[in-house]
T-cell receptor
Framework: QKEVEQNSGPLSVPEGAIASLNCTYS??????FFWYRQYSGKSPELIMS????GDKEDGRFTAQLNKASQYVSLLIRDSQPSDSATYLC??????????FGQGTILTVHP | DVKVTQSSRYLVKRTGEKVFLECVQD?????MFWYRQDPGLGLRLIYF???????EKGDIPEGYSVSREKKERFSLILESASTNQTSMYLC??????????????FGPGTRLTVL
């Protein structure tokens, strides 16, 4: 079983819709979770971090964490074409390292 | 803003050459990391460092070494480059707050091609 798994995608949504990106992880003791956005040919950019169960909102982005289900998600409201990118879920493991999922490619079409 | 810089955006080397990739961060972060990113394989950790002169192996250290002589600088060394080391190399840094490792910030990456 992979340590961090993301919905495989690619995901395509119309402009203005909600994009939902999902991630599950296997290490029960993980405490810190991150979402990165990566445009083609660029390096990952941190967009959200979440440490406690529940929701965390930042502008159009909402991260959701459920430690009992070992599940973290990212919702993007009012999706824009500029949101088209690969989204990487990352989990801080018990060994102090970040483990990344494979990424989900999101396309927002006008 | 955190700034992580890498010495080259693109690099072309020949098989057997010794290759140095340099990374510098300006935010006084304790932790620094080297990853490689390949299509279908995602981001994989090569080496990391929690302090000056300290290094730890990541998931794929074979064929690589690192050096951290100063807090702000973390170098990745390919002792004898091979074609299977053609990849995008990403450096990252993070602060070490209260014993937990915080968000990692990435440099722009170096796309290395080994011929």
């Amino acid at each position: 079983q992979k340590e961090v798994e993301q919905n495989s995608g690619p995901l395509s949504v119309p402009e203005g819709a909600i994009a939902s990106l999902n991630c599950t992880y296997s290490d029960r003791v993980s405490q810190s979770f991150f979402w990165y956005r990566q445009y083609s040919g660029k390096s990952p950019e941190l967009i959200m971090s979440i440490y406690s169960n529940g929701d965390k909102e930042d502008g159009r982005f909402t991260a959701q964490l459920n430690k009992a289900s070992q599940y973290v998600s990212l919702l993007i409201r009012d999706s824009q074409p500029s949101d088209s990118a690969t989204y990487l879920c990352a989990v801080l493991t018990s060994y102090g390292k970040l483990t990344f999922g494979q990424g989900t490619i999101l396309t927002v079409h006008p | 803003d955190v700034k992580v810089t890498q010495s080259s955006r693109y690099l072309v080397k020949r098989t057997g050459e010794k290759v140095f990739l340099e990374c510098v961060q300006d935010m006084d972060h304790e932790n620094m990391f080297w990853y490689r990113q390949d299509p279908g394989l995602g981001l994989r950790l090569i080496y990391f460092s929690y302090d000056v002169k300290m290094k730890e192996k990541g998931d794929i250290p074979e064929g690589y070494s690192v050096s951290r002589e100063k807090k702000e600088r973390f170098s990745l060394i390919l002792e004898s480059a091979s074609t299977n080391q053609t990849s995008m190399y990403l450096c990252a840094s993070s602060p070490n707050l209260g014993g937990s490792y915080n968000e990692q910030f990435f440099g722009p990456g170096t796309r290395l091609t080994v011929l």
